[in-house]
């Protein structure tokens, strides 16, 4: 996996709770989802709890991916190193999530899929 969960900062704290994921290679994250998920032992259950899919965005290696589970507007921020740039993202919730039990983060890479609306998807009930 190319994106890499990294830390979560703050949990309990709405203004300051985020998650933080490092790209290993240049990537686009549009091709990627993260959620929160139910945790069962040592791996993540089917649960999900919260989930984001980013834009289609380039980003560089060594680029940092920054969740934030308050309100908020996407943003970037140059690091201090001036090689590379924090990715700001938002849940827009009102309430923190990362200081429950039994939760996980898990980053899936999903460059293909399908969706169509429900509008489409319904179908008559055969009487």
Do not use: C
Not at 84 to 90: C, E, G, I, L, S
Request: aromatic share 12%; glycine share 6%; hydrophobic share 45%.
């Amino acid at each position: 996996m190319n994106l890499k969960l990294r830390s979560i900062t703050e949990p309990g704290n709405l203004q300051l709770e985020r998650l933080t994921l490092k790209a290993e290679v240049a990537l686009n994250i549009g091709d990627f989802v993260v959620a929160q998920t139910g945790w069962a032992g040592e791996q993540p259950s089917i649960q999900i709890f919260h989930a984001i899919w980013f834009p289609y965005e380039e980003v560089k290696a060594g680029d940092l991916v920054i969740i934030y589970t308050r309100q908020g507007s996407p943003s970037k921020k140059l690091l201090k190193t001036g090689k590379n740039t924090a990715h700001f993202f938002y849940w827009d919730l009102n309430k923190t999530i990362w200081d429950a039990n039994f939760r996980g983060a898990v980053v899936m890479n999903a460059p293909e899929w399908n969706a169509q609306p429900t509008n489409e998807l319904v179908r008559p009930t055969i009487a």
